[in-house]
């Protein structure tokens, strides 16, 4: 069982930066640790994933903005948000799947925490 908690969301302008943090506790070290969002009236989606030993996997949106780390020994995933934009205004959520490979699809992670708002105005 993992039981995580996001953290770091909030009100920024266009081309800000925000720090999102998840703190898991339970097992994470052989999990891998995905970020997606999801925006008022859309399905929620992919953003970044981290395996164990920091592969990591991002959506094309947010490639070379956004940066997805991991400190096993904290039990923390973050994910650095450069550049913001007002279409990646959305809840985002952590997620873990128990795996070594970098997953995308929401269907394949199996815990989520709560989510965080992040708002980026124009």
């Known amino acids: 069982q993992v039981q995580l908690v996001e953290s770091g969301g909030g009100l920024v302008q266009a081309g800000g930066s925000l720090r999102l943090s998840c703190a898991a506790s339970?097992?994470?070290?052989?999990?891998?640790m995905g970020w997606f969002r999801q925006a008022p009236g859309k399905e929620r989606e992919f953003v970044a994933t981290?395996?164990?030993?920091?592969?990591?996997r991002y959506t094309e949106s947010v490639k070379g903005r956004f940066t997805i780390s991991r400190d096993n020994a904290k039990k923390m995933v973050y994910l650095q948000m450069n550049s913001l934009k007002p279409e990646d205004t959305a809840v985002y959520y952590c997620?873990?799947?128990?795996?070594?490979?970098?997953?995308?699809?929401?269907?394949?992670?199996?815990?989520w925490g709560q989510g965080t708002q992040v708002t980026v105005s124009s």
């Open positions: 339970g097992t994470f070290s052989n999990y891998a």
């Open positions: 981290i395996t164990w030993n920091s592969r990591t």
């Open positions: 997620a873990a799947d128990p795996t070594y490979l970098t997953p995308t699809g929401r269907n394949e992670y199996d815990f």
